[in-house]
């Protein structure tokens, strides 16, 4: 069973930082674009940033020149450094594995999720 593991999330003021962990099996991180996402209460989970495996990576437009992303391919981990927090950052943080190759309608073949780790900006 693949297991992705999220840790990093807290409390924070407006103008700080945090960093977020990502560790998941040897085998799917290897092979898998990584991604961050986010649901904040009442809104639909929203895509935060990706990797591919090759390091290429990829914003949204809110969080582009605050938020990067990165992977250590040796620890089977993905993180995302948040800087410059702002309260509408407030959100459960979700990681993602997902198939480089695509299928019908373009969607990956596989994505597993973790469980997600909540952050709070505080104002």
């Known amino acids: 069973q693949v297991q992705l593991v999220e840790s990093g999330g807290g409390l924070v003021q407006a103008g700080g930082s945090l960093r977020l962990s990502c560790t998941g099996s040897?085998?799917?991180?290897?092979?898998?674009?990584m991604g961050w996402y986010r649901q904040a209460p009442g809104a639909q989970r929203e895509l935060v940033a990706t990797?591919?495996?090759?390091?290429?990576?990829n914003y949204a437009d809110s969080v582009t020149g605050r938020f990067t992303i990165s992977r250590d391919n040796a620890k089977n981990t993905v993180y995302l450094q948040m800087n410059s927090l702002k309260p509408e950052d407030t959100a459960r943080y979700y990681c993602?594995?997902?198939?480089?190759?695509?299928?019908?309608?373009?969607?990956?073949?596989?994505?597993?999720w973790g469980q997600g780790t909540q952050v709070t900006v505080s104002s």
């Open positions: 993602d594995a997902e198939s480089v190759v695509t299928g019908t309608a373009g969607l990956p073949i596989y994505s597993y």
């Open positions: 040897a085998i799917i991180f290897s092979i898998s674009t």
């Open positions: 990797i591919t495996t090759g390091g290429s990576s």
